[in-house]
């Protein structure tokens, strides 16, 4: 029989391997079993198999619409979630919340301003405030510094559309497509064109803007539009890519990451990728020093001969016909319908779901809805939908298995927790953006996520990378920043950017006041809902009495020990002694759950 490992000593495996020595922080966490999922050899670099059959497919989900089914949705679909949004779905039902999460306002964010006046003046004399989208630096001679402090700021602004987030999938989408068809702003901002160091920002914010416009399209004009993005043809280079020096970077990208995979079903060789680079010459962005900026087809720069794609591809020979081979092109790859529709279904899969896809899943999940997704003519919203209302997907060897990103960890808790991430001053652009960039510095960026940051074109390799997956997000050094983020919001901290200070600190006893009195007054019944709220999983009763015990009781065994605690505070809230013994159990007991690995779950 598989050895099974308990949570406890699954995490220590994973936060640790690849490390020799123990840690000591380890001996804060309380584990119980994974339940219908399973781990093998860890050591052995096996991939997480599932106990038992799991024949749950894509039949629409008619179990218990919860607390715990909704939670399980919002985490997957968003970072975090707010505790109005759980009371609301839950009294929708299953179909309507799935709906409204997949219906996006047409409502424009407001875009990325000038916040750095104040630091430094903006070379194009953009005032303090306002937007720098739409402007362009029409000389290499300025603008260089001013593009480095767009970028950040872009950074910035990310963050804040993910932590202000509607009740949609809408930035979750949005940083799928970015994950899965990524730019590393830092490398299209040093490319090799002369007014890329001026105007990277401009176009990387349009980039990423293409997938928050069109995350839920179709999937085929997506790849149709990034083929000719100006920022992708600068980050892969099909900028440089002519008849008399072939650059087959966005050749091999396009199909071995962003369509057709590396999965067996894909036999695409070397040779289509050089008949693919041959397609692509001759596109080029001829005006980035102005707005808007566009990619043009320059054919003199076209390769004119024949392109004949192997026998993969049915030996189909793409005839010279300038810009219209690329549209030839992507309707070629898209002939392998079957291919790229399972690819982009597994990747969908290991985003929303699990890593693990074994040979249930693949017959009883993705076979089908791959299938699904070509009869919508490539629409990604029918398969959302199909996905988000699956037995499947509700199936409880789902629930508290996948380890959260950085940004549902950093985002997800501050969303959930109500933290002061905007400041109180909205015209304070300077102190605003400061907020959310410390945000991303002093938390995302240590523990390896961040927006606007990629490691390579593969993207993240928790979404991709055999056998580890999600465990790349977790080693000794990452799970001590993780506890520390989450020691630093239940202490508080301040951050003071330019007069203004926002305090970033949970209110313990606000957050509490959510449930209803009756429930905060009785210690056994505000552990069970603090529980079922922030952990993914139920822990033991006997789990649960100790958190009660240790942190509402001071240790004490009768419950009036927190009734009457908490029964002064609320006769007498304005009584700071009453206000104090209430709060340092509550933040007691709040830290202690989130202390637990099952919060790192989801």
């Known amino acids: 029989m598989e050895k099974k490992y308990s949570r406890r000593n699954l995490f220590k495996k994973v936060f640790l391997r690849r490390e020799e020595s123990q840690d000591p922080l380890f001996e804060k966490y309380k584990r119980k079993n994974y339940g219908l999922r399973r781990y093998q050899s860890i050591e052995a670099n096996a991939e997480t198999n599932r106990i038992g059959n799991i024949t749950s497919g894509l039949t629409p989900y008619s179990?218990?619409?919860?607390?715990?089914?909704?939670?399980?949705?919002?985490?997957?679909?968003?970072?975090?979630f707010k505790f109005s949004d759980v009371n609301g779905l839950e009294q929708s039902g299953l179909n309507s919340s799935v709906n409204s999460l997949l219906t996006i306002p047409n409502t424009v964010p407001n875009p990325p301003v000038n916040y750095y006046q104040n630091v430094f003046a903006d070379e194009g004399n953009i005032p303090y405030g306002s937007d720098w989208t739409q402007h362009a630096f029409n000389s290499n001679s300025i603008g260089n510094t001013t593009n480095i402090y767009r970028i950040t700021g872009l950074s910035a602004w990310n963050l804040g559309q993910g932590l202000n987030q509607q009740l949609n999938i809408k930035e979750k989408m949005t940083w799928f497509w970015y994950h899965l068809i990524p730019i590393d702003f830092n490398t299209v901002r040093v490319s090799q064109n002369i007014y890329c160091g001026s105007n990277s920002a401009r176009i990387s914010h349009e980039y990423i803007q293409n997938f928050r416009n069109n995350g839920l399209g179709n999937f085929k004009a997506l790849i149709r539009n990034v083929a000719t993005q100006p920022a992708m043809m600068y980050y892969l280079n099909n900028q440089a890519n002519t008849s008399s020096a072939p650059d087959e970077n966005f050749a091999r990208e396009i199909m071995e990451l962003f369509t057709l995979g590396k999965d067996p079903l894909s036999q695409f060789t070397e040779a289509d990728v050089i008949a693919a680079a041959k397609i692509l010459t001759g596109w080029r962005v001829q005006n980035l020093n102005t707005h808007p900026t566009t990619t043009s087809f320059v054919a003199t720069q076209h390769d004119t001969s024949n392109k004949t794609f192997s026998a993969f591809f049915n030996n189909t020979t793409i005839t010279n016909n300038g810009s219209a081979e690329l549209d030839a092109f992507i309707d070629l790859i898209f002939s392998k319908s079957q291919v790229v529709s399972e690819y982009i279904c597994r990747r969908l899969y290991?985003?929303?779901?699990?890593?693990?896809?074994?040979?249930?899943?693949?017959?009883n999940v993705i076979v089908p809805l791959a299938q699904y997704f070509v009869a919508n003519n490539w629409e990604i919203a029918p398969v959302l939908d199909k996905l988000f209302k699956s037995q499947h997907f509700y199936d409880m060897a789902n629930y508290g298995v996948y380890i959260k990103s950085p940004f549902d960890l950093i985002l997800g808790s501050m969303r959930t927790f109500n933290l002061n991430y905007n400041v109180s001053d909205a015209t304070n652009h300077h102190a605003q953006y400061y907020v959310w960039a410390a945000i991303n510095t002093n938390f995302l960026v240590p523990i390896d996520q961040s927006m606007g940051n990629m490691p390579n074109v593969a993207g993240w390799p928790a979404y991709y990378q055999n056998p580890n997956f999600h465990e790349y997000w977790i080693n000794s050094n990452t799970v001590q920043k993780r506890a520390a983020f989450i020691d630093a919001i239940f202490n508080g901290?301040?951050?003071?950017?330019?007069?203004?200070?926002?305090?970033?600190?949970?209110?313990?006893i606000a957050w509490v006041s959510q449930f209803s009195g009756t429930t905060i007054a009785d210690p056994d019944a505000l552990v069970n809902e603090c529980v079922k709220y922030l952990l993914p999983v139920d822990i033991s009763a006997t789990a649960k009495t100790n958190l009660k015990v240790q942190n509402l009781l001071s240790n004490q065994v009768q419950n009036y020990y927190w009734s009457d605690a908490w029964n002064n505070y609320i006769g007498n809230p304005s009584n700071n002694g009453f206000k104090n013994i209430v709060k340092s159990r509550l933040k007691s007991l709040l830290v202690s759950i989130t202390q637990l690995s099952e919060y790192q779950l989801m």
């Open 493 to 508: 901290f301040n951050l003071n950017f330019n007069g203004l200070t926002t305090r970033i600190e949970v209110d313990v």
């Open 350 to 363: 290991r985003y929303f779901v699990y890593y693990d896809i074994d040979a249930n899943i693949e017959a």
């Open 63 to 80: 179990g218990a619409w919860n607390t715990a089914s909704v939670l399980h949705l919002l985490r997957r679909t968003q970072f975090g």
